[in-house]
């Protein structure tokens, strides 16, 4: 079996289609995500290996991408071939992290690369911390099926490049932390009403407690912005892939339910207050000439909290998710044609949410 | 108690993080919280400040001269860093790996897929027979009869292939 795999393709709308497919609980969990770190036997793992070594890699999996029959037709970017704001637009879309572009050294590394199915948000970062790290993206709470994509991919890679495997310790990686299965799942979740009714110091505590993290938007390191939270597990060794992501799936769906009866009490004790917070936010992102992507984030949360309790008909949670991704900056200065500094942004962001959220209605 | 990085909200937050190998911890309020210390889980390695804890506990150390024979990474750039060079390190430092993946995970043994290598020759249906049939045992188990009748058809059209 052959695929067609393009080689560095121009990106378009790539790793955007997990929106389209909102999946359940999607009025709370924006996304869900599984990864699955490999590494190639007898290499040094990517950060320590030659030049040499990560294009021999990077062309090992070109050559197995044409006949995976779970990829079908993908998309294949070798990260050094790209420029600047092609690299930051695929970091907006968190298909691969700023640790694979060489955001923090002048240039990313040889053999840097990023494979993408082309119908579905699954594929692999080539050379980052690990050799391969396998990812799959699905809209709301969906990690049993995005860990069924990836498990598959996994089947066939694995089947085609040899792993560094031990049969005490699993997968070997580059970090002990990831060392086992392997696997990370998280899930991006929304929890406003938390938040404002204060519960979610509580919450978070809770989360460590369990053996689980979390982190804001960008990943490891990054800000909490727009009561957004990426909530994911800790360990990766001792409990087989289908406990963790079971472990993880309850748990989420406890927050779910935590953070449904704080919206409905909410709603019972302070209708009033709510509905004008959702419809000033909402205002001001009508009508603000400039945005800020943090205060637009804690606008765009409160208009996705009055979008999930049906406070307004439309923008629905899906325009919401896209609104999200494209007033970024990289992708505000791709629709300008050019690169745009921080107050060029801000004033493009505006202009872009007034015109995507023109149309809000109230229901009924 | 006050907040320790605002100092003006009541603090409801124990941190505690690991430096150099003591145990600190800093009382935060629910608005620092997120903000601060938790917001992004612990320091940037965590096994590296676990790694000093762990040798603060009398658990076996590498000594400065030894080294991965394969890539070369020392005892030092390990405990500096808590990562490792290559997979043939996991058995160099297997004697502070152990303790360290215990500490790490509350375990050092591997319960996840089991790997059975790459395959440069056989049949690839038999590789989607077997990932076909660990995924029918979960259907059965998570009381997905849909999925499971769907997969047992997968699995009796490619066994007929495979017949021919």
Not at chain 1, 68 to 79: A, M, Q, V, Y
Not at chain 1, 86 to 109: F, K, N, W, Y
């Amino acid at each position: 079996m052959s695929n067609e795999v393009a080689w560095c393709p121009p990106i378009t709308d790539q790793g955007l289609s997990w929106i389209d497919e909102p999946g359940p609980a999607s009025d709370i969990v924006v996304s869900s995500r599984v990864r699955l770190a490999r590494n190639i036997e007898s290499y040094r793992f990517a950060a320590r290996a030659s030049d040499n070594d990560r294009e021999v890699i990077l062309r090992r999996v070109r050559e197995a991408a044409e006949d995976l029959s779970t990829l079908g037709e993908g998309d294949l970017w070798e990260i050094q071939r790209l420029d600047h704001s092609d690299r930051a637009l695929l970091v907006e879309r968190h298909l691969v992290s700023t640790e694979l572009i060489g955001l923090r050294r002048s240039s990313p590394q040889r053999g840097a690369g990023l494979l993408l199915a082309r119908d579905r948000t699954t594929g692999l970062m080539v050379n980052e911390e690990d050799h391969l790290r396998l990812q799959s993206l699905r809209g709301g709470l969906q990690l049993e099926a995005a860990w069924c994509d990836v498990d598959q991919l996994d089947e066939e890679i694995g089947s085609r490049i040899p792993y560094a495997y031990h049969p005490d310790l699993g997968f070997l990686t580059r970090c002990p932390t990831n060392a086992g299965t392997g696997l990370r799942a998280s899930v991006f979740i929304h929890l406003p009403a938390l938040v404002v009714t204060r519960q979610i110091a509580k919450v978070l505590q809770g989360v460590k407690q369990l053996g689980m993290t979390y982190r804001g938007l960008y990943g490891e390191g990054s800000k909490i912005v727009g009561n957004f939270f990426q909530l994911s597990n800790e360990t990766t060794l001792g409990k087989s892939e289908e406990a963790l992501i079971d472990q993880i799936e309850r748990f989420v769906k406890n927050i779910i339910g935590y953070e449904q009866q704080a919206r409905a009490a909410l709603l019972l004790e302070a209708p009033g207050v709510l509905e004008d917070k959702v419809w000033r936010a909402y205002g001001i992102l009508r009508h603000a000439r400039r945005l800020q992507y943090e205060e637009f984030m804690n606008l765009l949360s409160g208009v996705r909290l009055g979008a999930s309790l049906k406070l307004l008909e439309s923008p629905g949670v899906e325009t919401l998710s896209r609104v999200m991704i494209h007033a970024q900056t990289a992708h505000l200065s791709r629709a300008a044609g050019r690169r745009l500094n921080e107050t060029d942004a801000s004033s493009f962001r505006a202009r872009y949410v007034r015109a995507t959220l023109k149309d809000a209605r109230r229901p009924g | 108690m006050k907040c320790e990085n605002c100092g003006e909200h009541e603090a409801s937050i124990p941190v505690t993080r690991v430096d150099n190998g003591e145990a600190q911890t800093v009382n935060l309020c629910d608005k620092c919280a997120p903000l601060k210390g938790i917001a992004s889980g612990t320091a940037p390695h965590p096994a590296a400040g676990l790694l000093a804890l762990l040798s603060s506990l009398g658990e076996p150390q590498p000594s400065e001269d030894e080294a991965c024979a394969h890539c070369g990474t020392g005892a030092g750039d390990f405990r500096e860093s808590g990562q490792l060079g290559c997979p043939e390190c996991y058995e160099c430092f297997a004697k502070q790996l152990r303790p360290l993946l215990k500490r790490l995970h509350g375990s050092d043994r591997h319960e996840g897929k089991k790997y059975v290598g790459a395959r440069t020759s056989g049949d690839p249906r038999q590789v989607r027979l077997d990932f076909l049939a660990r995924r029918l045992e979960r259907a059965v188990e998570v009381e997905d009869f849909e999925s499971a009748a769907d997969l047992r058809d997968q699995i009796s059209a490619l066994r007929e292939a495979q017949a021919q």
